[in-house]
Nanobody
Framework: QVHLVESGGGLVQAGGSLRLSCAAS????????IGWFRQAPGKEREFVATITRNGWSTRYADSVKGRFTISRDNAKNTVYLQMNSLKPAATAVYYC???????????????WGQGTQVTFSS
């Protein structure tokens, strides 16, 4: 069992930045790839970014590529999502999830956090 807790959400303005954190406890953190997903109001949850167990490889959704950066610190059992140049479409609940393998689909992830809210403020 891996327990994940997201933090760092809040209000953001056009062009602003925010860094989300995903803290893990339980089984060995470095045994899991970690992904970030988001769910906007009235929409299905979608893939945002993922990082391999050792942090050497990452993948991003086209909508965030070049603006978001996923990273991890296995010594701290934490994964980060740095979000820059935020747009209104960023308004969503952001979830981190753990999987055995690097994946971009929800079904590949076994453990999920409770989510953290990011709200775009005009």
């Amino acid at each position: 069992q891996v327990h994940l807790v997201e933090s760092g959400g809040g209000l953001v303005q056009a062009g602003g930045s925010l860094r989300l954190s995903c803290a893990a406890s339980g089984r060995t953190f470095s045994n899991y790839a970690i992904g970030w997903f988001r769910q906007a109001p009235g929409k299905e949850r979608e893939f945002v970014a993922t990082i391999t167990r050792n942090g050497w490889s990452t993948r991003y959704a086209d909508s965030v590529k070049g603006r978001f950066t996923i990273s991890r610190d296995n010594a701290k059992n934490t994964v980060y999502l740095q979000m820059n140049s935020l747009k209104p479409a960023a308004t969503a609940v952001y979830y981190c999830a753990a999987a055995e393998f690097h994946a971009t689909t929800e079904g590949e992830y076994d453990y999920w956090g409770q989510g953290t809210q990011v709200t775009f403020s005009s």
